[in-house]
């Protein structure tokens, strides 16, 4: 699609939503769940989910990064997770990760590809990391054992920790296939599972 399709949708967007709809929307939000996906454009939560309007807040971020809670230093992403766990109160949070993922690519292989944007390295720690040669192309277990490191970053925020401990959250992990279209789940056991279709 070129951007003239987008803009042709959007002109009909408001004739595709009833004005019940659009007078409930308008009332309020109250999602379902909190998803945290990758800004990968071939990574669309809505399809991936069947979500309606109003029923998923969305945090999209290259390579789908969980910061580490760090309040005085404050982020978007981390204001983003706040308001949606604390203001909305989602019972639900989904880390989704994908195969082919471009930001697990440039983790894996040191940087690749990224001597141009300082800024996307930093945000990525790709400094840090070894230069290795994955096995797979479509990067698949680095993009899990990646997807899990999130998971256990977002255990750490206090008030998510709460909230597991209480029983009013629950944290779930999905890897999205984009060659097979399938989605998996990370178990909730032992890292060293394997995913399991959803």
Not at 42 to 64: C, D, K, M
Not at 119 to 126: K, N
Request: aromatic share 8%.
């Amino acid at each position: 699609m070129s951007f003239e399709n987008f803009v042709q949708h959007a002109r009909r967007y408001p004739n595709l939503l009833s004005a019940d709809q659009r007078e409930q929307l308008a009332a309020g939000q109250t999602p379902s769940a909190l998803f945290i996906g990758c800004s990968d454009s071939r990574v669309t939560p809505s399809h991936i989910t069947g979500a309606e309007p109003g029923t998923l807040f969305e945090l999209r971020t290259a390579g789908n990064v969980v910061p580490k809670y760090s309040p005085d230093s404050g982020s978007s992403e981390m204001g983003t997770i706040e308001y949606a766990v604390l203001q909305l109160g989602i019972p639900d949070i989904i880390v989704c990760g994908h195969s082919h993922c471009g930001a697990v690519t440039a983790l894996t292989i040191a940087g690749r590809g990224l001597d141009e944007l300082p800024a996307l390295c930093t945000w990525l720690g790709t400094e840090a990391q070894v230069a290795t040669e994955p096995e797979d192309t479509a990067v698949r277990a680095e993009s899990k054992r990646h997807l899990r490191s999130q998971l256990n970053v977002l255990r750490e925020y206090p008030f998510i920790r709460d909230r597991i401990e209480s029983g009013r959250l629950r944290l779930h992990g999905w890897f999205y296939e984009i060659d097979t279209g399938l989605v998996y789940v990370a178990p909730h056991s032992a890292e060293d599972e394997d995913f399991l279709p959803l």
